[in-house]
């Protein structure tokens, strides 16, 4: 099927557009039932359920916050759990000659 974009009026284009969003719209849902029905389906030949396949943490809830390790003497509001980047007092103390060790919560 060919149409001539270039001869039609705006009005009919703006028609257009909207019917295709529309079956954009309907296609997506489409494609969700069926990859929904796929997976339920290879679940079912392993003798699961969706439900019983999805992990807690899938749920997009956040994961709970790590315990703080390290505390800075100068300020004690400021903690690190010593995962990730170090903070910026981390590396002063350091810097200072101050050990790790020195730093941490006990």
């Not at 359920?49 to 809830?61: N, Q, R, V, Y």
């Not at 956040?62 to 903070?87: C, I, M, V």
């Not at 002063?92 to 000659?97: I, P, R």
């Amino acid at each position: 099927m060919t149409i001539d974009l270039n001869s039609m009026s705006q009005k009919e284009l703006l028609e257009l557009k909207k019917d295709i969003d529309k079956a954009l719209v309907a296609a997506e849902e489409r494609s969700r039932r069926d990859a929904l029905a796929a997976a339920r389906k290879a679940a079912a030949e392993f003798g699961f359920s969706i439900d019983e396949l999805m992990k807690p943490g899938d749920t997009g809830k956040k994961r709970s916050k790590n315990p703080a390790k390290y505390r800075n003497p100068e300020n004690p509001a400021q903690t690190w759990s010593g995962l990730g980047r170090k903070p910026q007092w981390i590396h002063d103390a350091l810097e200072k000659g101050t050990d790790l060790k020195k730093l941490e919560i006990r």
